[in-house]
C-alpha cells in the first residue's frame, strides 16, 4: 500500500472515529480517559497494528433490544482482556489503573445491562455445541420444531407489527 493511500486510510479513519465516537464524551470522566491514555502509552502497539483494518469489536449493526444484548457481552470480553493485563502486569500504577477502568465496567454492566446474560451466554453456548450431525440429536429436533418456529414466528410477527404500528402512527400524524 503506497503512502498516499495510507495516508487517506488514516484520515477517513480518523474522521470515522471522531463521528462515530463523538457521543462516548459524554459519559466517559476525564479520570477514565486518563486512565486509558496512560494505559495506552504503556501497551503501546505499532501503527500498522492499530490500523490494520480488523477492529476487535467490529461496528455492530443490531436493532436496540439486539443491541443491550451485544454490548453486554462486549463489556464481558472487555472485562476478560483487563483481567489478563491485571495477570501479566506487575507495574503497581498500571495496575490501579487497569483495576479502576475495570470496576467502572463492572459497574455500568451491573447498573445497565441485561442481569440475565450470564445464563444467556451458557445457553448459547449450548446451543452452539449441539451435534448437528449426530441422528438422535436431528430425530429430536424434528420433533420440537414445530413448537420452536411457532414461537419464532410469533416473535418475528409481532416485531413486524410493531413496525406497522409505528408506521401507521407517522403517516397519521404527517397527513394531519
Known amino acids: 500500500m503506497d503512502v498516499l493511500s495510507r495516508a487517506v486510510m488514516c484520515f477517513c479513519l480518523m474522521g470515522w472515529m471522531t463521528l462515530g465516537w463523538s457521543n462516548a464524551a459524554q459519559y466517559t470522566s476525564i479520570n477514565m480517559k486518563s486512565n486509558i491514555d496512560k494505559l495506552k502509552v504503556h501497551y503501546k502497539i505499532s501503527k500498522d497494528q ?8 467490529p461496528k455492530d449493526t443490531f436493532e436496540d433490544s439486539e443491541r443491550r444484548v451485544w454490548m453486554s457481552v462486549v463489556l464481558d470480553v472487555y472485562r476478560s482482556i483487563f483481567s489478563q493485563m491485571l495477570n501479566q502486569t506487575v507495574d503497581q500504577e498500571v495496575r490501579e489503573r487497569l483495576d479502576q477502568v475495570k470496576g467502572k465496567v463492572q459497574e455500568t454492566q451491573k447498573h445497565y445491562f ?10 448459547l453456548q449450548n446451543l452452539w455445541a449441539i451435534e448437528t450431525s449426530n441422528t438422535t440429536v436431528q430425530g429430536k429436533a424434528l420433533s420440537e420444531f414445530i413448537t420452536i418456529y411457532e414461537k419464532a414466528s410469533k416473535l418475528a410477527h409481532k416485531k413486524d407489527n ?6 401507521a402512527q407517522r403517516l397519521k400524524s404527517h397527513i394531519m
Open 50 to 57: 492499530l490500523f490494520n483494518g480488523k477492529p476487535v469489536f
Open 114 to 123: 441485561l442481569k440475565r446474560i450470564p445464563e444467556l451466554r451458557t445457553h
Open 162 to 167: 410493531r413496525r406497522k404500528r409505528r408506521q
